[in-house]
């Protein structure tokens, strides 16, 4: 039996070569034992601070970009 490991990619492209061999390119992957759940819901707890916050227009544009990515993340990885 074949070792499976499962990662999870920001985007890509998959082709299927001859002989079912998947090819898979993408820019960024880790594998899915890597994520902690604990980990994603304290970056989300986190991003939802400092982008509800008085920071900087910067601050609070990159907490929302963090936010998003992160509620991606906790979406695609525990549902």
Do not use: C
Request: aromatic share 6%.
């Amino acid at each position: 039996m074949a070792h499976t490991t499962t990662f999870a990619v920001s985007g890509g492209f998959a082709v299927v070569q001859p002989k079912s061999i998947l090819s898979i390119n993408a820019v960024e992957g880790y594998p899915l034992e890597d994520f902690s759940a604990e980990a994603v819901r304290a970056q989300i707890a986190e991003a939802q601070k400092v982008a509800s916050g008085s920071g900087s227009e910067q601050d609070i544009a990159e907490a929302k970009i963090e936010l998003e990515v992160s509620l991606l993340k906790e979406r695609s990885v525990w549902t």
